[in-house]
């Protein structure tokens, strides 16, 4: 906990401090990175308070717009703050368009029409269409375009907003594109910058990150260190504690306490990369001990490896380490299905009732974490993923333990996942 309590305007500032620092982080680290509208469950307490309100101000608006005479007085706010979203998405080229919506929307001049009856918001909406037409992306034309069948006022008024956030959207993910090469030349010192701002501000607020360096040394241990005569019980070096305290993220659990501090940005990515590694090692290990039983001519055969790897992924995809026991009696029975299909397909002869017994369980003891043949996959694998950290590796297929090609390109396509968000914290 922090030496000294925070006033809330200094948590709200912390907070946003930290909001921008991991909008900026995701935006260099995921690619395909976009900002989303906030949207509720249908049936929450704020989804119904939003629609309630939203409701009731359009209804208000229809009822000014329907009386006799009219009052415009919502309808020339709503056109002022149309005017002023539309300036919002104008780029700094944009002259002539920035002069005709001040011409469109010229809000004095709309308030004396108003006030002499004049006013014809319908006009005034169809010169709005015309602007958001030329201003859109490609992916809105059908939206602005649906917007033209719409004759009731307060309706159309209505639309208009919907589509405007979206263009909204369109406009700040477009900068987000553009910002993309800059923000990466400079992530590194920004994200220094930033955190230590954080950290002045809470001094002992990087406790799990000690801690989990810790562990990393200790498992590691005096014996990880180079040897040199004039340095007994030497410790590992800073670097080799790093790399195995990156590693041990592979198989942390939630008993292990709170994540890192300073990966508090990338637990989620981390995560998934978890969830595929403990994936890919039951996969292979499935092959392996399929492979041992059925011999290189049945494994061999065009398609088999294929399709058990697909059975097999398709039965654990989403399923936390907990339930494999369950799932690998099931991919035990698919895999015995695929084994005696192709048996037949090729001629050979079928396994017999213990054969086929000696299969099934072989595959169920594979949820078994000291399952000798899981743990050498996750050997090997996790020995090949730590090429992808090390800040002077190199790693090709030639890299790939024995035993591993059937999952080659998505160990290759995880380590780089790795690697990246690895050395961008390591900066």
């Given amino acids: ?44 307490l704020e989804n119904r308070v939003k629609e309630t309100l939203h409701r009731a101000f359009w209804d208000r608006l229809e009822e000014q717009l329907s009386a ?53 918001v319908g006009s005034v909406a169809a010169r709005v269409l015309g602007t958001m037409a030329a201003l859109c992306a490609p992916v809105r034309d059908e939206d602005v375009r ?22 909204k959207m369109d406009m700040l993910n477009f900068t987000i594109q553009s910002l993309r090469p800059h923000l990466r030349e400079h992530s590194v010192q920004y994200e220094r910058k930033k955190f230590q701002e954080l950290l002045d501000k809470l001094p002992n607020s990087l406790d799990h990150t000690t801690e989990w360096l810790r562990e990393a040394a200790v498992a590691m241990g005096p ?16 670097t080799a504690v790093l790399n195995r305290a990156y590693m041990n993220l592979l198989c942390w659990e939630p008993a292990h306490g709170q994540y890192p501090e300073t990966l508090f940005m990338d637990q989620a990515r981390l995560q998934a990369v978890r969830s595929q590694v403990n994936q ?32 097999t992924k398709v039965l654990l995809e989403g399923l936390p380490c907990t339930r494999y026991e369950e799932a690998l009696r099931d991919v035990g029975d698919q895999v015995l299905q695929e084994v005696c299909r192709a048996l037949s397909q090729l001629g050979c ?28 996959v996750e050997q090997r694998i996790h ?34 996942r790795f690697g990246s968000v690895i050395h961008h914290n390591r900066q």
């Fill in 146 to 167: 649906a917007l033209r069948s719409l004759t009731d006022p307060a309706q159309l008024l209505r639309e208009i907003f919907r589509v405007l956030d979206l263009m």
């Fill in 1 to 44: 906990s922090p030496p000294h309590m925070l006033s809330v305007g200094e948590l709200l500032e912390t907070a946003h401090e930290i909001s921008k620092l991991t909008i900026a982080h995701e935006i260099v680290l995921d690619r395909d990175f976009k900002l989303q509208a906030v949207t509720f469950a249908p049936n929450s």
């Fill in 68 to 120: 006799s005479p009219p009052d415009y007085t919502q309808a020339i706010q709503l056109l002022q703050e149309i005017k002023e979203t539309l300036l919002s998405l104008l780029l700094p080229r944009h002259n002539r368009l920035r002069g005709e919506i001040e011409a469109a929307l010229d809000v004095e001049l709309l308030r004396q029409e108003a006030e002499h009856g004049a006013l014809d």
């Fill in 349 to 376: 002869p079928a396994f017999g009732k213990d054969k086929c017994a000696s299969l099934k369980g072989q595959i169920s003891s594979i949820a078994d974490k000291d399952n000798a043949v899981r743990r050498v």
């Fill in 383 to 416: 020995s090949f993923l730590s090429l992808f950290i090390s800040p002077n590796g190199q790693n090709s297929l030639k890299d790939l333990p024995k035993g591993l090609d059937a999952i080659q390109e998505e160990l290759l396509d995880v380590g780089r």
């Fill in 280 to 311: 890919l090692v039951i996969i292979a290990a499935v092959l392996l001990v399929t492979g041992g039983m059925c011999g290189s001519t049945l494994f061999g055969s065009p398609g088999f490896v294929a399709r058990l790897k697909r059975v």
């Fill in 223 to 238: 014996s990880a260190a180079p040897a040199h005569p004039a340095a007994p019980g030497a410790v590992p070096s800073p």
